[in-house]
């Protein structure tokens, strides 16, 4: 069983930057992750484990339903999301993951800033700026024309400074910005 929550292929998918799309289960605010299951298994349906991705746009009580899962049912539940949002806070689905997970592990897939150093924040983009206010959920994209919202992940360093790859391009076009040092 797949579920997802704002993915951005729309409702009913699960998809990957490389292009790949899988059907998934959209779970909404509001729907009983544990219920949809047993209704699912009680028709017949089949599931050997819990795919979650997006993981971070849960509700708390949406992850306290999957450790239910977990306890209940005797399911192993993966899932897959980031932890802070563009502000650097916390997701309330990650925090509830967090505090309830029996393993957490960081994918080995490490992503990289654009100065090269290790990728740990979120920037979200409006137009090409960084923004650090605005609701805490709205879908975007790494591949999205200027004008529209998009996303960066950053190093810590960059994000406190709002230095995105476009800023930084700008900024070695000009003569009054110095290049910044990663020592």
């Given amino acids: 069983m797949i579920f997802t929550r704002d993915d951005r292929a729309g409702e009913g998918k699960l998809s990957s930057r490389l292009g790949l799309v899988t059907e998934a289960v959209e779970a909404p605010e509001g729907m009983d992750l544990y219920a949809y299951l047993v209704a699912q298994l009680s028709k017949g349906g089949k599931a050997d484990y819990v795919i979650v991705d997006e993981a971070q746009f849960l509700a708390p009580d949406q992850i306290d339903q999957l450790a239910r899962i977990v306890d209940d049912l005797g399911l192993d539940v993966f899932a897959f999301g980031i932890t802070t949002d563009f502000r650097t806070k916390l997701f309330p689905g990650s925090q509830r993951l967090i505090e309830l997970a029996d393993r957490?592990?960081?994918?080995?897939?490490?992503?990289?800033?654009?100065?090269?150093?290790?990728?740990?924040?979120?920037?979200?983009?409006?137009g090409g700026e960084m923004v650090v206010q605005g609701a805490q959920v709205v879908v975007g994209d790494v591949n999205r024309p200027a004008e529209e919202i998009g996303y960066e992940v950053l190093c810590r360093r960059h994000h406190r400074k709002r230095m995105t790859s476009a800023a930084a391009h700008a900024g070695a076009l000009s003569p009054d910005v110095l290049p910044v040092n990663h020592a």
Avoid at 109 to 123: I, P, Q, Y
């Fill in 104 to 126: 957490l592990e960081q994918l080995q897939v490490e992503a990289l800033c654009w100065c090269g150093a290790r990728a740990t924040h979120n920037a979200r983009t409006v």
